[in-house]
């Protein structure tokens, strides 16, 4: 039963790493959050490999990269006005 809980923390962690790593690289952060919890180590490792994606744009209050088709600000919930480009 550790070995369980073992591995739903490590998973749980993993997925939190690959969600944010593919947030800054433009990517699912969904997606990667689930391969992140189930392959953890080499779900990581491509993550690290694979090149950003798409235009990017600064958010205007938290000042991280976003892509430049996004609403909202994936890490702050900033709204953000399609017609200013950085
Ligand atoms: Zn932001």
Redesign the pocket.
């Known amino acids: 039963m550790a070995y369980l809980y073992l591995y739903l923390i490590l998973g749980v962690v993993f997925g939190l790493l690959c969600r944010r790593a593919a947030l800054e690289k433009d990517r699912n952060g969904r997606t990667w959050f689930w391969l992140g919890f189930f392959l953890s180590i080499p779900a990581f490792l491509v993550l690290l490999l694979l090149p950003e994606g798409g235009p990017h744009r600064q ?1 205007p ?4 990269r ?1 892509p430049q088709k996004a609403v909202v ?6 709204r953000l006005d399609r017609s200013i480009d950085v």
């Open positions: 958010c209050r938290c000042g991280r976003v600000c994936g890490f702050c919930g900033t």
